[in-house]
T-cell receptor, first 114, second 112 residues
Framework: EADIYQTPRYLVIGTGKKITLECSQTMGHDKMYWYQQDPGMELHLIHYSYGVNSTEKGDLSSESTVSRIRTEHFPLTLESARPSHTSQYLC?????????????FGQGTRLTVV | GENVEQHPSTLSVQEGDSAVIKCTYSDSASNYFPWYKQELGKRPQLIIDIRSNVGEKKDQRIAVTLNKTAKHFSLHITETQPEDSAVYFCAATNQAGTALIFGKGTTLSVSS
């Protein structure tokens, strides 16, 4: 079944560690996004990509980086995790079909930095 | 860049009442305005959307209206039910149409 997958679902990591959050989609979408969301709160756009080898920063400065080497894969890397990075990270993908640009979200990765 | 403001941040209604959530956007080039519903512990899902050349769209108990001149759009839920309780997000595309910018969300609580 076509879907968007995020791993890990939960992660507890020490301050200063480097981590990569994985996101893969099997829907063949060109556009992919990373959002940061505290429970029930605002969705902050941190990175997006509109195709292979394209990456753009969103409005939230998160001290993270992304890459888009393959259409289906859009990993997010934190070079040095800090307690302020504790949050939920949602990956999404979308593609224009006619006029509609529906975004499909992954289950999220809940990150805790101690 | 695009900025989307959403009000109110919380809304409590009695079952059967109507609920209205309002959003404004800053970029006049935006042309697509979706609404997402996020239930507790779940991922956001699209519930209704509208394009810029349409003023109103209805789907059963939910409707969305768009005023391009004033740059605001609204979600209307009629005959609310407890299962409508969730966080609702409005969104608009950025100028290039390459990303969705979300509002801060409205927590809707429907009590029976």
């Amino acid at each position: 079944e076509a879907d968007i997958y995020q791993t890990p679902r939960y992660l507890v990591i020490g301050t200063g560690k480097k981590i990569t959050l994985e996101c893969s989609q099997t829907m063949g979408h060109d556009k992919m996004y990373w959002y940061q969301q505290d429970p029930g709160m605002e969705l902050h756009l941190i990175h997006y990509s509109y195709g292979v080898n394209s990456t753009e920063k969103g409005d939230l400065s998160s001290e993270s980086t992304v890459s888009r080497i393959r259409t289906e894969h859009f990993p997010l890397t934190l070079e040095s995790a800090r307690p302020s990075h504790t949050s939920q990270y949602l990956c999404a993908s979308s593609e224009y079909k006619g006029w509609r640009d529906e975004a499909f979200f992954g289950q999220g990765t809940r990150l805790t930095v101690v | 860049g695009e900025n989307v403001e959403q009000h109110p941040s919380t809304l409590s209604v009695q079952e059967g009442d109507s609920a209205v959530i309002k959003c404004t956007y800053s970029d006049s080039a935006s042309n697509y305005f979706p609404w997402y519903k996020q239930e507790l512990g779940k991922r956001p899902q699209l519930i209704i959307d509208i394009r810029s050349n349409v003023g109103e769209k209805k789907d059963q108990r939910i409707a969305v209206t768009l005023n391009k001149t004033a740059k605001h759009f609204s979600l209307h839920i009629t005959e609310t039910q407890p299962e409508d309780s969730a966080v609702y997000f409005c969104a608009a595309t950025n100028q290039a149409g390459t990303a969705l910018i979300f509002g801060k969300g409205t927590t809707l609580s429907v009590s029976s």
